[in-house]
């Protein structure tokens, strides 16, 4: 069956610190892939997405992730992390033979300390 | 442009009652999808409509229901509420392809079933 794993419940880093958000999906081709992430009381924006090409992602807010085939990740990454990226974030994949069906994962918390 | 708009915000019912949530999509927007978002199982994926016809659904029991207007309006039904349908409702349009075009999210319902 296909999934999405988020192995992190909650991940807590200082502000400026680095991050790195797991994500892990099966599914029996290259799938579309995204992030989104939830702020306190609101609903999910989508920090970027990807399907082929450059495995390296650039997103809005700063983020990035990258596609990994050989181990079937899309972690997110963000290089220093600001005060205002507490929030909720979701790993979503959409099957190529399905694109408007999309799979969230359980999602990660993330707390920054100043 | 208005965004995704979904009423009531908030809603308090009783085991055995029915409810029905309401979602606008975005002007233009020809896709809505239904999720639902409770503590530790993240969102998951209720169904999706596309000019009034189900084309995707999930594996929700047949209490779970839906149907969209004309005019792209969704509204999403609870029939024979139990506890365990507490939750956040969230609701998501896009352009057609729920993958190939960016997916916006509303702010959601909760729902608080006694």
């Known amino acids: 069956a296909q999934s999405v794993t988020q192995p992190d419940i909650h991940i807590t880093v200082s502000e400026g610190a680095s991050l790195e958000l797991r994500c892990n999906y099966s599914?029996?081709?290259?799938?579309?892939l995204f992030w989104y992430v939830q702020s306190p009381g609101q609903g999910l924006q989508l920090l970027l997405k990807?399907?082929?090409?450059?495995?390296l992602v650039q997103g809005i807010k700063g983020f990035e992730a990258e596609f990994k085939r050989s181990q079937s990740s899309f972690n997110l990454r963000k290089p220093s992390v600001h005060w205002s990226d507490a929030a909720e974030y979701f790993c979503?994949?959409?099957?190529?033979?399905?694109?408007?069906?999309?799979?969230f994962g359980t999602g990660t918390r993330l707390q920054v300390f100043p | 442009k208005a965004g995704v708009t979904q009423t009531p915000r908030y809603l308090i019912k009783t085991r055995g009652q029915q409810v029905t949530l309401s979602c606008s999509p975005i002007?233009?927007?020809?896709?809505v999808s239904w999720y639902q978002q409770t503590p530790g199982q993240g969102l998951q994926f209720l169904f999706e409509?596309?000019?009034?016809?189900?084309?995707n659904k999930g594996n929700f029991p047949g209490r779970f229901s839906g149907r969209q207007f004309s005019n792209s309006r969704s509204e999403m039904n609870v029939s024979t509420l139990e506890l365990g349908d507490s939750a956040l409702y969230l609701c998501?349009?896009?352009?057609?392809?729920?993958?190939?075009?960016?997916?916006?999210f509303g702010a959601g319902t909760r729902l608080s079933v006694l």
């Open positions: 998501a349009s896009s352009f057609e392809s729920v993958a190939k075009n960016i997916q916006y």
């Open positions: 599914y029996g081709a290259t799938p579309y």
């Open positions: 990807y399907f082929s090409g450059d495995t």
């Open positions: 979503a994949v959409a099957s190529y033979l399905n694109t408007d069906k999309l799979i």
């Open positions: 002007s233009g927007h020809r896709s």
């Open positions: 409509y596309f000019s009034e016809t189900q084309r």
